[in-house]
């Protein structure tokens, strides 16, 4: 991204977005609810010990905030579709992945704030080891949601624009993220036992292997997926 | 960049090398099978079920030859923009579920009468259930759009994502089973095995061409009675 | 021996879904040529 006008349009459509957003905030408090609500569930369906161990804790906070996020995601898309702003955005002779960037970044940051929260209400309810885990944390949480929401944002922009979107896009992107799951759940449940076989660095790596394959792999097909 | 319609010069009839093609490929098939049933002997720890492997493995690979193909073609519809290729695409994507379908029942079968349980996650066969997955997907996203090119390049994108994606979930769940559990497939490497697996899978090979193919011819014609549709729809619709 | 069971039932597999799929494929073809053929005036299409 040489040009300095795409990274100014990158800029302005997540500007927008996180502005709408923090300005009715009914996306991210419906988010956030219902994910603490899902984790809370959980502790009645597995019950206190099962949860309180690393590994199933772990899949669990991975879980919320896949079934969370995935809501999301078409929102973003059907707020552009409705006010039909995303003709308009296209029709602009800027590039068209700069689109797809914003939208990205902008589900980032709404994502990471829901997944904070997720962490904290898992963390007291379920006795979570969360401060002696340490900064790799912060980072499988990071890789992990950056690759959830780039496929999600993807995946999002064709099925929010087709009749059965609720069901077709946690079809189309569940299969695709089932390594992304692998990785995030192994290195999480190893930080918050101790890590004592060594076992998060692999699958950090492999969470940064599958982000920037997606992510260039997405930022190359968008302009095939808007196009009208 | 527009894509090429494929109204023109579609002939009814399966060229003539599909018929003949299509013999060989069944008698084959027949033969391997027959073949490689017969001359493998029993082996030493799982007797005659073995002989399970000689469909399960060959129907595994060929899957994952039709799903290349659907990347492979989906990357050149993306850059070429040329219809015939995103049909080819989904008949190809066609024959593989079918593949990989099948090879997720033998897989059960193979995994019931070796280790008594009808499931088990070990690396392959919960990477041919991701896939299979994926490309189920890939058919559903089709069924849903209407607009042919918008399906082509939606499809294509999903396809080429989706084969990406192949490598690694394989890696990923097999990292994720050495950690929990290591347990060995085992494979026998004897010669007579091998000879009935190469043969199975050429057999497997060779149908799913023929397959894809059919599918294919069949493809051209749908697209050609739905684009004259159209175009008899707006014709149509300028009279009035 | 029961492992007949389960080679027999993964042969009878094969060969059951090549020749399903081999019948839907020639029945799909069979009605992409009839509405090839058919042409634009006798298609019924409820307008």
Redesign the interface.
């Given at each position: 991204m040489s040009r300095p006008g795409e990274w100014t349009r990158v800029r302005a459509i997540l500007w927008k977005d996180l502005v709408t957003e923090w300005r009715t905030r009914t996306s991210f408090n419906a988010a956030a609810f219902l994910a603490a609500l899902i984790v809370l569930l959980f502790g009645f369906a597995l019950g206190p010990d099962r949860v309180t161990a690393g590994a199933v804790s772990a899949g669990v906070v991975w879980m919320t905030l896949l079934f969370a996020g995935v809501l999301t995601f078409n929102r973003a898309w059907e707020r552009e579709i409705e006010n039909g702003a995303l003709e308009a955005l296209v029709l602009y002779p800027g590039d068209v992945r700069s689109i797809f960037v914003g939208k990205v970044l902008a589900n980032v940051v709404f994502l990471l704030a829901v997944g904070a929260l997720v962490i904290v209400v898992a963390g007291i309810l379920y006795g979570l080891p969360v401060r002696e885990a340490g900064p790799l944390l912060v980072v499988v949480f990071v890789l992990g949601i950056v690759g959830f929401v780039t496929l999600g944002t993807f995946y999002a922009a064709m099925a929010s624009r087709l009749r059965a979107r609720e069901v077709l896009l946690p079809l189309l992107l569940f299969p695709m993220l089932v390594p992304l799951l692998l990785a995030a759940v192994e290195a999480t449940a190893a930080l918050l036992t101790g890590d004592l076989l060594g076992n998060a660095p692999q699958w950090i790596r492999l969470l940064i292997v599958f982000d920037v394959v997606f992510a260039v792999a997405t930022y190359f097909a968008f302009e095939f997926v808007i196009e009208e | 960049m527009e894509a090429q319609r494929s109204t023109g010069g579609t002939a009814t009839v399966l060229p003539r090398w599909i018929l003949g093609f299509g013999a060989f490929a069944i008698l084959f098939f027949m033969a391997s099978q027959v073949t490689a049933f017969t001359i493998s002997p029993a082996e030493r720890d799982m007797g005659n079920l073995q002989k399970i492997l000689y469909v399960h493995v060959p129907a595994a690979w060929i899957s994952m030859v039709s799903y290349f193909l659907v990347f492979v073609a989906s990357i050149g519809y993306l850059w070429r923009g040329r219809e015939r290729l995103d049909l080819f695409a989904a008949s190809a994507a066609e024959a593989g579920v079918v593949l990989t379908g099948l090879t997720l029942a033998l897989g059960s079968i193979w995994g019931r009468s070796t280790w008594g349980t009808w499931w088990e996650w070990d690396p392959r066969l919960t990477s041919t259930a991701v896939l299979f997955l994926v490309f189920v997907g890939y058919l559903s996203l089709r069924g849903f759009i209407e607009d042919d090119v918008r399906r082509a390049r939606w499809s294509a994108a999903i396809g080429i994502l989706g084969f990406l994606n192949v490598i690694i979930v394989y890696y990923s769940v097999q990292w994720w089973r050495g950690i929990h559990q290591t347990q060995s497939s085992p494979e026998t490497l004897s010669p007579m095995y091998t000879l009935g697996l190469r043969m199975n899978a050429f057999a497997f090979l060779f149908l799913m061409i023929l397959f894809v193919s059919v599918r294919y011819h069949t493809a051209v014609l749908e697209r050609g009675a739905e684009a004259r549709e159209e175009e008899e729809a707006l014709a149509g619709a300028a009279h009035v | 021996?029961s492992?007949?069971r389960?080679?027999g039932?993964?042969?009878f597999?094969?060969w059951a879904?090549?020749v399903t799929?081999?019948i839907y494929?020639?029945r799909?073809?069979a009605r992409?040529?009839d509405?090839?053929?058919?042409?634009?005036r006798e298609?019924e299409?409820p307008?």
């Open positions: - | - | 021996m492992e007949w389960y080679i039932a993964a042969y597999l094969t879904t090549f799929y081999g494929l020639a799909r073809r992409a040529i509405a090839f053929e058919a042409g634009p298609q299409r307008q």
